[in-house]
């Protein structure tokens, strides 16, 4: 890599770009694909995005000094040419690794992180809090918002650009128009951002028209009939119209990997009087041909190799995800109601061969979790079982429209909660560790969470033919490789099931911690110590029958989840004892403290929290049995 960085090595911090010719910024550049392109080939991360900010964030950086002006990435997955020129080059390498750089922007990591991101299309609010706070302490210093087309579809988004019309100062909006989200951009917004970037009438300014009509016969006429029509030569020739509009001044469109351009228009932008938006055309993955030519594959990517941009594929059993896809599409070749429902996330979800059966049932709504479930409630309303397919943290956002919008009115509308649990190097912003607290206070919502990927297709079945609201919520990454039956079945609701019995402990698990559980019955049994296993499969409704029979004989307990414990699975198993008058038991409850945890493995991450079988072992031995007493007084 010493070669590659001559330049780069020598950015301590921005400042440092400062001094550097247009030539040696163009150099800087190709040091910088450089470095990621072999970074990420061996820690894997958002390898498109980040190719595709290259020259814009050099020039973002000329622009603006990040030590008091205030940067704010949306969604922060194209961040990491703006973590090496704010001197983390040395540490690139822990990319995404245990205890080393976040793939997100962090405060905590870097003055020059002006605000921790990872959820979609918060950028311009927080951008504009931070533009009116500046100016309540009369202070002068920039504030940008750097979002793309595709987080531009967000709702919150328009909500923030529709407050900013208000903004007497400046303010900066980047827009980085990739044409993509995570795979093609959608929606009605997307086609105007075309219209804008391919169109030269679009690019024609108002006072080349008026010059024109001017040199006309009756062209003074005329421009006084056409200021009175503005509003249609406006559309007509003023470029982005919309957001000039919302009170913006529109700045663009202007090639994004044009150095020279993008400075030139970042120093107009910065002296606008009020917000601004600056228009900027980028391609996503420039610079990594396989990157480029498939940049919804390469968007977030595993370790690949380098020369043929081959991605290593996880081997085993396959994945939750695909195990969905596939089963929805077995579904809806039985059920002509189900619709698929992705917030522009088909591949992540395993919608996409859902897309290709069913096109007239597939819509992809943009990253728009709200209006996606209340869109959903809509068609369930209607007669139709629609699937929306939103990873757990994403569902976060929407939890008003599930409980107001479909629970309240017992819907049925499936939730296919994607990634819940810990999901790895994407860290606190992304894993899904909230979803049962958030959601099983909710009335009429029935929620489970399947042992393995064979339940998982029993779950969907049983979900799709339920008549009402239902969640399933299941772990990012592969099965555990059991056989899948043919024939899928409706679980009945509410139900559980004992899947090991022993009278020493009861082992209480849901999802994929059932597993572990199983596991560590094993290990226990090895000591002597024989335990109940039972998989609750149900956080609503509990299967209270089940549980309280055996919490009435098997006095030391634990519970299992890979969710928060705060309000979670554990807790719910506390409220059933108490509204049952048992008191009598020895209760522990594993899961995930009251913190945001951090990035690393999944195993390494379960292996912190104790959510292993060997953890497991632990609790039971050091909670149920200290260590100098024998089984006979354990028991
Ligand atoms: C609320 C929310 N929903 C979904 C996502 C998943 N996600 C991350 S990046 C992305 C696409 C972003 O597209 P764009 O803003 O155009 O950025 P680009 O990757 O093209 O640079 C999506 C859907 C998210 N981070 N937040
Ligand atoms: C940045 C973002 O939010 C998505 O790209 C997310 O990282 C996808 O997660 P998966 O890799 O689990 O699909
Ligand atoms: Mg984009």
Known sequence: MEHITSILKNIASPKDLKNLSLKQLQSLALEIRETIIKTVSKTGGHLAPNLGVVELTIALHCVFDTSVDRIIWDVGHQSYVHKLLTGRLAQFSTLRQYGGLSGFPKPEESIHDAFATGHSSTSISAALGMALTRDLKGEKHSVVAVIGDGSLTGGMAFEALNYAGHLKTNMIVVLNDNEMSIAPNVGALSGYLSRLRTDPKYSKGKDEIADLLQKIPHGPKLLKVVDRLKDSVKYLVVPGMLFEELGFTYLGPVDGHDTKAVLTMLQQAKAVSGPVLVHVITKKGKGYLPAEQNPDRYHGVGPFDLETGTVVKSQGPPSYTEVFGETIVKLAKEDDRIIGITAAMPSGTGLNSFAKEFPKRYFDVGIAEQHAVTMAAGMAATGYRPIAAIYSTFLQ??????????????????????????????????????????????????????KDENELQHMLKTAVTYNGPVAIRYPRGNGIGISMDEKLQCLPIGKGEVIREGNDVLLLAIGNMVQEALKAAESLSAQGIEATVINARYTKPLDEELILNYAGRIKNIVTIEEHVLAGGFGSSILELFESSGLTDVKMKRLGLPDEFIEHGTQNQLRAQYGLTSAGIVDTVLNHHIHKNRTRKEFL
Request: glycine residues 10%.
């Open 397 to 450: 956002r929407a939890y008003d429209q599930v409980l107001h919008d479909v629970c309240m009115q017992n819907l049925p509308v499936t939730f296919a909660l994607d990634r819940g649990g810990l999901v790895g190097d994407d860290g606190p912003t992304h894993h899904g560790v909230f979803d049962i607290s958030f959601l099983r206070n909710i009335p009429n919502l029935v929620m489970m969470s399947p």
